[in-house]
């Protein structure tokens, strides 16, 4: 990536708790002056949780900038990948909340991608029942998991289980982070981006559509104007039903058998972006069965393809534990089985009554048709 | 105890999340007809936790009851003490939750003490993001630790570090349960009592001074009464401050030294009532040092000897332990000390100048002193 963008900024409107989301380049360097405008006491010293990939390349230039406001900032780093988001480590984080001397004024960072977010966030939610919390998404799927605050660990039987809903107090993503992401994981970020689109707004997915290459190529004012536009619609949907009580279920597209795929895989192997791609043709079949037509699913394999996101189960996969692994799933109310399933492009709706009979045949369909993946 | 009481009924003010306080004998058996009248799904499983020592007494009941009105409930048991209020345990729960299903509109009910209750209470919190919960409190302290909605689990550097506010939907509080409570924890249980006498209301010191002797014999009528006194008095503060922005903090008379002394004697040893009664003397004496006179601590080391509880640090107590146990509390801003101080029987005020070299000198007299506890 190269060049400037323009710094964006759009605001999540949840009354006394609102906050900010600032999207541009050059921005982590900004750090320490942010924290001073927005008030952060300098006296309670602030946890930095980064993961080792990140830390290498970003941890350094935050924590100067905070310094150099005046604050005193520890760093704690986890493993990168998925598997962090355990409650082991949500343990050795809280222990090092503990040693630093986190007191109830004191601020967590999340400086990374949705594991470090969920997982600091859920240390922020709870370390003395809430502090604050900031976040510094640094990849693409990231402008989904930093706004919303939902944060969580997983289990072993289930992902995102034990968790809160903990609003961080502003949201800073810097796109320079972006340029050094693995190509895998900018491909698997832009299927949120994309879910975005599918699930309120048609015109950005043509955009999406006719701009795939710029960004995939990571050009930042494409970049930008993309991430922008997912989290205003995440903001949207956010503001008016903070709780998941109806709304906000719509932003789970794809992710019943996105999450299914991603616990039978082992957390990890699958990308969460790229299990809710597979997850979002699944559900666009769905539509078929409810007699939205056949063209959407072919659509949103069509746009998927163009990102280079997976949009076939891979092979080895056991239909049996994909299903068995969905009963554990949220969004099973008293055991009927809800999906969210789109019924054109940019408008969805949620149905609870799935037979799961057919999730099973799409499952079987998607398995059977690995070869086209 | 023998006896019937009058059901004493109060409602903790919470605006949309507010709700009823049930005291009385003969409750546990009517558990099923009051979740059917308060609409609680019948679909959805309930998970009943409890610890060893309340299971044998009382778990059937509830369950029977529960059973009898329709609903299926799956019982989870941890061990009886402290140590149960864990990460580890916390996590046997959520797997527990997790085999028997638990979905979102599912209730967690508390069936037993403080530790039940906050560790359960933690589950209910975290468990999809929160569900529903129900307090059946089976001791005295948990006339306390059942009402406000403060659930967590201890770090083994720091008590109740990992939490959240999570009400509950109703409190039961069967009186009978408590005829099987160890004469040690029916003692430990008045402390609370005590407490919220003395950061609220002279009469109600008073009172509980006239009947010490009924209350230690459990007579029902003045148990229901101390009960639902002491049980008012947290409602009134809970409801002008849910999340201890301030007023709240007054809850905490004694805790800080009482916090500190359970840390260091490893949890468990000193139960905790024992511990703040101590600590309730030792807030006392900063009061005479602050000028308000030697009375307080007289008299307040009079009363909780009436109620035969604790008034020294035991000896084989480290001075410096203590002071660093208190280090970690959530009661410290910013490196300053803070304490609660009460001002004369009745009333409480928070200081946050209260300097180390004091409270170090009290815990040294309070430990000097031991010959005389
Ligand atoms: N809370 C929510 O609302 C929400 C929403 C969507 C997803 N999520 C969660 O987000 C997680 C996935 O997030 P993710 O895709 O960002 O994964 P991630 O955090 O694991 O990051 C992906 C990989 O990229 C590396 N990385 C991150 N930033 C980098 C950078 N700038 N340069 C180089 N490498 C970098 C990381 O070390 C990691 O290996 C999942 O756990 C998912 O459940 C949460
Ligand atoms: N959340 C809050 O606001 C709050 C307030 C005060 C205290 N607390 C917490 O409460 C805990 C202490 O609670 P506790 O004193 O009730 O301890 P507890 O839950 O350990 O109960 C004390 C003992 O009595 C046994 N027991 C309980 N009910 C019984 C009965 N009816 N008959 C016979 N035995 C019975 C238990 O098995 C246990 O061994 C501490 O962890 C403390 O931090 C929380
Ligand atoms: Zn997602
Ligand atoms: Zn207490």
Redesign the interface.
């Known amino acids: 990536m190269a060049g400037e963008a323009q710094t964006r900024e759009l605001t999540v409107d949840l009354g006394e708790r609102s906050y900010p989301i600032m999207i541009g380049t050059g921005l982590l360097a900004r750090t320490g002056s942010l924290f001073s405008e927005r008030g952060f006491?300098v006296?309670?010293p602030i946890l930095l949780v980064t993961d080792r990939a990140v830390e290498d390349l970003y941890a350094g230039t935050v924590e100067q900038s905070l310094r150099e406001a005046g604050y005193t900032v520890a760093r704690a780093v986890v493993a990168s990948g998925e598997k962090s988001k355990s409650?082991d480590v949500?343990?050795e984080l809280?222990?090092a909340a503990?040693?630093t001397?986190l007191?109830?004024?004191s601020t967590v960072i999340a400086l990374g991608g949705g594991v470090v977010g969920d997982l600091a966030g859920f240390v922020a939610?709870?370390?003395?029942?809430?502090v604050r919390f900031v976040q510094m998404p640094t990849t693409i799927l990231a402008h989904d998991s930093s706004v919303g605050g939902?944060v969580?660990v997983n289990?072993r039987?289930?992902k995102n289980?034990?968790?809160?809903?903990h609003q961080p107090e502003f949201v800073l993503y810097d796109l320079d982070t972006l340029a050094s992401l693995p190509p895998r994981e900018v491909r698997a970020g832009y299927a949120e981006v994309v879910k975005h689109g599918l699930i309120w707004d048609e015109a950005f997915v043509k955009w999406c559509d006719e701009n795939a290459e710029r960004l995939l190529a990571l050009e930042p004012d494409a970049l930008g104007y993309a991430l922008h536009e997912g989290c205003r619609v995440k903001s949207i949907v956010v503001s008016r039903d903070e709780?998941e009580n109806d709304l906000r279920a719509i932003l789970n597209l794809g992710h019943t058998i996105g999450h299914a795929l991603e616990a039978v895989a082992g957390y990890g192997e699958l990308l969460h972006g790229e299990a809710i791609a597979i997850g979002m043709v699944g559900s666009a079949r769905l539509a078929a069965r409810f007699g939205y037509g056949d063209e959407l699913a072919a659509e949103t394999e069509r746009l998927l393809r163009k990102f280079e996101l997976p949009v076939r189960i891979p092979s080895g996969f056991d239909t049996d534990e994909i299903m068995a692994a969905m009963?554990?799933d949220?969004k099973?109310?008293?055991?009927q089985m809800v999906f969210v399933v789109p019924k054109r492009v940019g408008e969805v709706e949620i149905r609870s009554d799935v037979p799961a009979q057919w999730v099973r045949d799409i499952v079987e369909q998607l398995k059977g048709e690995a070869g086209k993946l």
């Open positions: 006491p006296k309670s409650l949500f343990e809280v222990t503990l040693e001397g007191d109830r004024r939610a709870a370390y003395m029942r809430g939902k969580a289990h039987l289930a289980i034990i968790g809160a809903f709780r009963q554990h949220k099973f109310k008293e055991g």
